[in-house]
């Protein structure tokens, strides 16, 4: 599958638009000159794991990176990184599964963990638009201590917000009567041909809902060369007669929707978000002209996964009048 190079980039956008990927595959980073790093003696603690913070489930902390040593790197996917580390231990009393979030961090950070014998277990670098990391649904074994490793994309440092807590799977089951996607699976090897939008060259690029209840399915694959890759739907919405598309949805993972356009692939961009999910609903509001077109988008938020999810969408689409009523209530009626 081509990917068109234009979505191989972080898009500049015109006007009030706000610069998202829309591609399939993680776009190159680019390099950035950081400050040099020197390294102090009035470190808190957890330069390495000998003597890493010691953490419980769950647990929160936060400090700096900044004056720390660079003892350790790996490769999620960007190499070669220069910035300083901290470290913290965590020892399960019983088989757990975590997330691991620096939410609230204020540089381009870098997460991964560690068994007691430095075997990587998990590590992500950018889960969060604005380059912070997060891992969900870490495995760890009971009796087993395990390293909680706080680093950096190139150089930087900065002040970090370390949370560990729990993992709750998320559920999103398919209301009965809901139009269904159709998707293949999104097996290893997968060529997405389907509704890819301006991410492919398929048949069908784009698809249409025209029900008040319409169930997807996104996720991630490794392309047939081996790049780590995410589904992106991409859909043509005709507004209904009452001026405007109300959408209300939710998914088992972090899930962008996005309003896009122009609708050229050499220009397109988006125009507004909403993140829905796991297990969070997220509303957008399209305003149009009775009949026009508009691009709408469903995918990842990031590019780091493994596996299929469900979302589900429910909208004014199929001609149901709007009434004064929440959405919620009319899930309800499903």
């Known amino acids: 599958m081509r990917k068109m190079l234009v979505l191989a980039m972080i898009l500049t956008l015109v006007g009030s638009a706000m ?9 190159d980073k680019p390099a950035v000159n950081y400050p040099v790093n020197v390294p102090s003696d009035l470190r808190q ?18 400090g700096t990176t900044v ?8 490769a999620c996917p960007y190499t070669l990184s220069t910035s300083p580390d901290v470290v913290y231990s965590v020892t399960p009393y019983a088989d757990a599964s975590v997330n691991i979030d620096l939410l609230g961090s204020t540089y381009d950070t870098k997460l991964y963990v ?33 390293f909680i490793i706080i680093d950096g994309y190139g150089g930087a440092s900065g002040d970090y917000v370390l949370t560990v807590e729990g993992f709750e799977p998320c559920v999103v089951t398919c209301p009965a009567g809901a139009i269904l996607e159709g998707e293949p699976a999104l097996v290893d090897g997968y060529e997405d041909l389907f509704n890819g939008g301006c991410n492919t060259e398929g048949s069908t ?27 992106t739907d991409w859909f043509e919405l005709t507004v209904p007669a009452a001026g405007y598309i109300e959408i209300v949805g939710d998914a088992e993972a972090a899930t962008y929707l996005f309003e896009l356009g122009p609708q050229d692939c050499g220009t397109v961009a988006v125009i ?5 999910g796991p297990c969070t609903e997220g509303t957008m509001t399209i305003a149009g002209a009775a009949g026009s077109t508009v691009w709408f988008w469903v995918g990842p938020t990031t590019f780091d996964g493994s596996g299929e999810y469900n979302y589900v969408l429910f909208s004014n689409l199929g001609g149901v009048a709007v009434e004064n009523h929440s959405w919620t209530g009319v899930k309800a009626l499903f």
């Open 19 to 27: 610069a998202f990927d829309l591609g399939a595959v993680r776009a």
């Open 45 to 62: 603690g957890g330069d390495t794991i000998l003597d890493a913070v010691v953490a419980t489930i769950p647990f929160t902390d936060s």
């Open 67 to 74: 004056g720390f040593t660079d003892d350790y790197d790996e």
């Open 114 to 146: 560690y068994d007691a014998s430095l075997t990587l277990v998990a590590c992500n670098d950018d889960f969060y638009p604005d380059y912070v990391s997060k891992l969900e649904n870490v495995a760890l074994m009971a009796g087993t201590e395990y």
């Open 205 to 231: 690029p784009f698809g249409t809902i025209a029900s008040e209840v319409f169930c997807g399915v996104s996720g991630w694959y490794l392309a047939a060369d081996g790049t780590q890759s995410r589904d």
């Open 272 to 276: 507004q978000n909403v993140v829905i």
